[in-house]
């Protein structure tokens, strides 16, 4: 299984998405400081996460949030009350 996730920076509450197969280890990874582009905003929460069984159906969908401004937008407006705290 497949998951796209989606991340909150305790620090500055900037936002990441990602896609892997084994998000507990992912997230230690990110926490640890050994992935380049979320070093330096940890720690990071999960927030969202969609599981597909298809790793290209998984793939596209986090293209998707990261290209199409609209993607995102529409997933900030679900996740409203939980982006507050």
Not at 49 to 74: M, N, P, T, V
Request: with cysteine; charged share 25%.
């Amino acid at each position: 299984m497949y998951c796209v996730y989606l991340l909150q920076s305790l620090k500055n509450k900037s936002l990441y998405i990602g896609c892997t197969s084994d998000l507990k280890k992912r997230l230690l990874i990110h926490n640890q400081g050994k992935s380049i582009y979320t070093k330096k905003h940890m720690p990071w929460k999960l927030i969202y996460c969609e599981a597909y069984i298809s790793k290209q159906d998984a793939f596209s969908r986090e293209k998707a949030l990261k290209l199409h401004k609209q993607g995102l937008y529409r997933l900030k407006e679900r996740l409203h009350y939980t982006l507050e705290i």
